[in-house]
């Protein structure tokens, strides 16, 4: 165990050399740009091996990636906002080839107005491409969740491409203590890639990428669904075996306080670290408040999700992403209808906040419990569909 | 070592290579992009190995239709932009596999798209992947047009010619612009091979430049003019014909640029009338109307100063 001080980009550089893939093909975005930065040192140093490719835009380095997992190398990107929303016809291809390609994503609002700061929108618009999605609060997570990425997609029962997002500056800038693995240790968790099939097998020439007609496109996307479906208990499974090597527990969520809570705030990302700072001044003051942490995106667990929250009397679903749907954000929809499956009783308020980095505080959080309150006890008073928080006046 | 050997097979020896493009593929009787994909593969050597890419188009759906291959080395298509770079990351994969010892063999990376995806959309693609200095061949089968989605027209579609989006009408005779100098560009990029050809006499032009293309280390881009019956409107067997024409007429000329010498491949004894060329095909029948003898003459004079300009670069 090494103990360490580091930004989020730092430390998933830091996993990005540990695991040494084959190939990283990346092109610069803030806030990700250190990436690419980082893996160009280690390897000018002789810390890496990788190749990296640098490909003159965004939707050439997810092609590239394509075509080197293709053939058989493991693979690996970073990108950001635009630089994601470029990529986005190739997130399809990379996900429907079933190729187990990492992206290593750096949450930034898409345009416009242009904007560098955090948000959700580059990921949630990605978030029907077929990749798996998980998201983290800290350096720390962000860290040991990019260790654990290939070993989910590339299982032979997903075999499918995997982005491990954090929030732009607030994570991937922010320094904070981390407790880093050995080499080795990430070595031998991570282990080598063995693809069954690739473009560059001596034995089996294949052709990747067919144009298929209708009695056939079906099925193959029938097969994809079934890869997300099942990354579900690989998710658990693999964070079961990473537990053993790190001593950090990880699943489809964080429950904070969640268990006796009457009241819930869900969120994604850093924002949960501000939300756990109010919860502990206000269970001081003895109001039963918690915290359900989303961390795996997709597969979208809701019923797990709702089985937690089931004690709840009123839940904050937080959305850092405009869906402009006039029915609030993608995490509000997505986790009322699971809510809903559950039979659930619990008052929703659909919260959006934080947009084009806005900052969301402890006090707002505190005053979101108190709001949560009195709509458990004097039901809906909401105006419209969903809530702005942090709007100027 | 497939270096150490002759530089070119012989005429016989070519025709006796295996075929590594499949018969039982779904494209048109007397498609150029077929003929231009048979004979590039043929100029790889028996026994060597490759990954052919692919940009989406006419030959793409017409020769990997699930669960149906074409093609027997192995293959990739993508889609329509990035022929370039996806095939920039398979020969980068090559690398690091060959690397750590994880592949012993030696394979030869060709990609082959349209003019559509080459000239105009998946340009930046491949202007990236030659800048890199990847080893691989970027092959333009050039039919002039957006042929797959039905005759629209490119920066490749000569002027004046008739297309679903230059049509000709009571105000408009065609393409307004010239075509764009693809391989003059790919030239300015500096990489150490590029050649122009078409389908002439028993193939050897395009043979050579395709095995020159293929074993020169590093970058090499091929333009290859490759007629399509649908979009030029012409009888099948008429192909020939309107390739010597191109030829002929200098519209087409063939030329070499080699570390960055410029060679002509072949000089017209008597260089003919560009009318020789425009009147095979049905896509220029608007120009042979009376009173439109200018337009012929305005064709006439670009490709003339086309010409002349080619033959100062190879001087």
Known sequence: MIKERMSGNEAVAYAMKQINPDVMPAFPITPSTELPQFVSSYIANGEMDTEFIPVESEHSAMSAAIGAEAAGARTMTATSSAGLALMWEMLYVAASNRLPIALALVNRALSGPLNINCEHSDSMGARDSGWIQIYAEDNQEAYDNFIQAYRIAEHKDVMLPIMICQDGFIISHGVQNIELLEDETVKKFVGEYEPAHYLLKKEEPMAVGPYAVSCYGMEAKRAQAQGMMNAKQVILDVALEYEKISGRKYGFYEGYCLEDAEYAIVAIGSVCGTTKDAIDALRAKGMKVGLLKVRVFRPFPGREFAEALKNCKAIAIMDRAESFSANGGPLAAELSAALFQAKSKAEVLKIMYGLNGRDFTVEDAEKLFDDLRDLAENGSQETEEYRYIGLRE | ?315
Not at chain 2, 115 to 125: A, E, L
Not at chain 2, 127 to 149: K, L
Not at chain 2, 221 to 242: K, T, V
């Open chain 2, 1 to 315: 070592m497939s270096q150490e050997r002759a530089p070119f097979g012989s005429f016989k020896e070519i025709q006796e290579r295996q075929e590594r493009l499949a018969p039982g593929h779904r494209l048109c009787a007397g498609c150029g992009g077929t003929i231009a994909v048979r004979n590039v593969l043929k100029a790889l050597h028996p026994g060597d190995k490759a990954v052919i890419g692919n940009a989406t188009g006419c030959l793409e759906v017409s020769s990997f239709t699930y669960p149906y291959t074409a093609y027997e080395d192995s293959y990739i298509h993508n889609a329509f932009e990035n022929a370039g770079a996806t095939l920039s990351g398979v020969e980068t994969a090559y690398h690091a596999l060959k690397k750590k010892g994880k592949i012993a063999d030696n394979y030869k990376f060709i990609t082959f798209g349209g003019d559509g995806g080459t000239y105009d959309i998946g340009f930046q693609s491949l202007s990236g992947a030659m800048e890199r200095g990847h080893d691989m061949v970027y092959v333009c089968y050039d039919n002039g047009a957006y042929m797959n989605t039905g005759i629209q027209r490119s920066s490749a579609t000569p002027m004046y010619a008739d297309t679903t989006t230059t049509p000709v009408g009571k105000n408009s005779n065609g393409k307004p612009q010239g075509r764009k100098d693809l391989a003059a560009i790919m030239a300015a990029h500096n990489i150490p091979y590029v050649g122009q050809t078409t389908f002439i006499g028993n193939m050897m032009d395009l043979y050579q430049k395709s095995e020159k293309a293929i074993y020169t280390e590093g970058p090499a881009f091929l333009n290859i003019m490759a007629p399509c019956p649908r979009g030029w409107r012409y009888e099948s067997p008429e192909i020939i014909n309107i390739c010597k024409m191109a030829v002929e007429t200098c519209y087409w000329p063939l030329f070499e640029v080699v570390e960055g010498k410029w060679s002509l491949s072949y000089r017209p004894k008597q260089k003919l009338p560009l009318e020789e060329f425009l009147k095979l095909q049905g896509r220029f029948k608007h120009l042979f109307k009376l009173g439109n003898e200018y337009l012929i003459e305005a064709f006439q004079a670009e490709v003339d100063r086309r010409w002349e300009e080619l033959q100062n670069k190879c001087e």
